[in-house]
């Protein structure tokens, strides 16, 4: 089967195959022929299935070889990072033809998205808040829409989106083509389907069950200690075949201190939460797809975004709170037939958590293994070379240049610009005479940071302890105490 077979126009036959896509999937096979004739369509099918193709390549089609100017299309979904990725695969498959697509989501300028629309761009994808935001400010007319995709609709279920998306659906024709498309199919979706599509079609890709256990994934869950959570993740890092890595944690926080963590261990991660920016998220994001970075840390929110068809590994660092979550997390893997793996670490206090999902997706691991760094059945069931530690070879000497903690003693003690710790040389002033140990050549270095010498004393600091000793034995007088205070501040701070 090609996306010839399908009826699916040459020149975007010939865009895809240009980036070897060449045979469609099942969800694709099913949905395509359906939605070319205007048939309003429901397509389930389990992540990382080409969904976006499903909806994009007969939308495009169905406008038209060169569409006039304006917009006739609409793609709705939840996140600002599945807008930027359903408009590069819409790119993609357009790239023969004059049509534009623009991304119209918050955490950029407006400025950009406006000139596209003014421009006279047909097709946009966009995030429910900043669509409203510029339809209100009336430089968004979606009266001439012909076309709607709701795309991850649960997601937007999820994040309380309905009312945006009922807000929407106000603002365009009555008469138009919808398709919504979705991983789950709990209630609410199924009204929302039936308040605006006419007479949708509901195709499943799969059997409904297949979703919840993918055979092409294996499925490993530990029961974690948090202090040893690094040191067994930076193992696995190292396993025999690991390529492009998803970690999960739960707060932005802890993502934000796992990649500094995993930083200093010496590898090359990156990081995507709601602390960051737009404009880094996307730098992260690119840099992962592009290779640059293998290892993407990532809250939630950004999950659905990911859509990486090489990811090897995806690990839990934080139970997922429900079966759906779980199934999204573990579904960056094992995208495109391809096999996968997902690491679940479950703490002690989310044992409650885990037995539910475990009921829900059937695993049949009521009680996960006690894992730790050092358990052998960790390097045999995710082929980690034996003898590996949780740092990279030299990556102790690269966070000691950058003035990481290289060395344990000393790491969290703050440096003077010699190397030596202040607290260091606290000791060694107080003791008196220790200063012979180091080289007298060092010594206006190490006291560069204090204050400048005070009068009668030497660059080295010698007669200020000799002061401070008389200060302290014989109760000197005002003038002595007064003449040292001022190098007594510095050293005590």
Do not use: C
């Not at 240009?18 to 395509?32: A, L, S």
């Not at 890595?245 to 963590?261: D, G, Q, S, Y």
């Not at 579904?331 to 009921?359: E, P, Q, S």
């Not at 049949?364 to 034996?386: K, R």
């Amino acid at each position: 089967m090609t996306f010839s077979d399908l009826n699916i126009e040459q020149d975007i036959v010939d865009a895809l195959a240009g980036k070897g896509i060449i045979e469609p999937f099942p969800i694709q096979e099913q949905t395509i022929p359906l939605a070319l004739t205007g048939q309003d369509i429901i397509g389930q099918a389990k992540t990382g299935t080409g969904k976006t193709f499903g909806f994009g390549l007969p939308l495009i089609q169905r406008l038209g070889a060169a569409p006039e100017p304006g917009v006739k299309a609409l793609v709705v979904v939840p996140t600002r990072e599945l807008a930027v990725q359903v408009t590069e695969d819409l790119e993609l498959a357009a790239s023969n033809r004059p049509t534009a697509i623009v991304s119209i989501y918050g955490g950029k300028a407006y400025e950009g998205q406006i000139e596209q629309l003014k421009a006279g761009a047909q097709i946009v994808v966009g995030t429910p808040g900043r669509l409203i935001d510029l339809q209100r400010q009336r430089m968004l007319d979606l009266s001439h829409v012909q076309e709607v995709v709701l795309d991850e609709a649960d997601r937007m279920l999820d994040l309380g989106f309905l009312s945006d998306i009922e807000r929407i659906f106000q603002a365009i024709p009555d008469v138009r083509h919808t398709m919504l498309f979705s991983a789950t199919m709990p209630a609410p979706i199924v009204a929302l389907a039936r308040r605006f599509m006419s007479r949708p079609v509901h195709i499943r890709a799969t059997d409904p069950d297949e979703g919840l256990m993918q055979a092409n994934i294996k499925h490993l869950i530990y029961r974690a200690h948090s202090l040893d959570k690094d040191e067994v993740i930076a193992r696995i890092l190292q396993a025999e075949g690991r390529g492009k890595t998803v970690i999960f944690t739960r707060t932005k926080r802890a993502a934000a201190k796992l990649v500094e963590e995993l930083k200093d261990r010496g590898f090359n991660a990156a990081a995507v939460h709601g602390d960051l920016n737009q404009e880094q998220r996307e730098r992260a994001m690119a840099a992962f797809k592009a290779g640059k970075r293998d290892v993407l840390i990532a809250t939630d929110v950004a999950a659905r975004g990911i859509d990486v068809d090489d990811v090897t590994h995806v690990i839990n660092h934080t139970i997922p709170d429900d079966p759906d979550t779980y199934l999204h997390r573990a579904g960056r893997t094992g995208r495109a037939g391809k096999t996968g793996i997902a690491v679940t670490f479950v703490d002690w206090d989310d044992l409650h958590k885990w037995t539910l999902i475990d009921k829900a997706l059937e695993f049949g691991i009521p009680e996960p293994v006690e894992t730790y760094s050092s358990s052998p059945h960790l390097f045999e069931e995710l082929d980690i070379p034996a003898g590996t530690k949780g740092r990279l070879p030299g990556a102790s000497a690269h966070a000691a240049s950058a003035g990481g903690p290289a060395e344990k003693r000393t790491s969290d003690r703050p440096r003077t610009s010699s190397g030596s710790t202040t607290s260091r040389s606290r000791s060694r002033s107080r003791a008196g005479g220790a200063e012979q140990s180091a080289p007298k050549a060092a010594a206006p270095e190490s006291a560069a940071p204090a204050s400048a010498p005070t009068e009668g004393e030497s660059a080295d600091g010698t007669a200020k302890r000799r002061r401070r000793r008389r200060r302290r034995g014989s109760g000197s007088g005002s003038s002595e105490a007064t003449a040292s205070a001022p190098q007594g501040t510095s050293d005590g701070e």
